[in-house]
């Protein structure tokens, strides 16, 4: 499986931006996509996911201003993002698991937002 994120970049506080993460190879057994993100000297944390039955799990720090969507005739998840604070900034990685517990990381795409 590999994973192909883009879409970040650098935007003002309060600005929006949208990450995309395309699947190819053996994505048949993929059952759940998602994004973290890590920020320098921080763990990596999770953002936002779907998770193996379907539904979406985000981190508290995004409920209502980060929306999970995805893509099946694509393989792509979407990570719409709005109402950026400097807090944001990371580096951010598409995550797949597949039904066998495999997990994949994309290379990773940086948001910055500036204040």
């Known amino acids: 499986v590999q994973l192909q994120a883009s879409g970040g970049g650098l935007v003002q506080a309060g600005g929006s931006l949208r990450l995309s993460c395309a699947a190819s190879?053996?994505?048949?057994?993929?059952?759940?996509m998602g994004w973290y993100r890590q920020a320098p000297g921080k763990q990596r944390e999770l953002v936002a996911a779907?998770?193996?039955?379907?539904?979406?799990n985000y981190a508290d720090s995004v409920k209502g201003r980060f929306t999970i969507s995805r893509d099946n005739a694509k393989n792509t998840v979407y990570l719409q993002m709005a109402s950026l604070t400097p807090e944001d900034t990371a580096t951010y990685y598409c995550?797949?698991?597949?039904?066998?517990?495999?997990?994949?990381w994309g290379q990773g795409t940086q948001v910055t937002v500036s204040s």
């Open positions: 190879g053996s994505i048949r057994s993929i059952n759940a």
């Open positions: 995550h797949a698991r597949s039904s066998y517990l495999d997990s994949y």
């Open positions: 779907f998770t193996r039955d379907g539904s979406t």
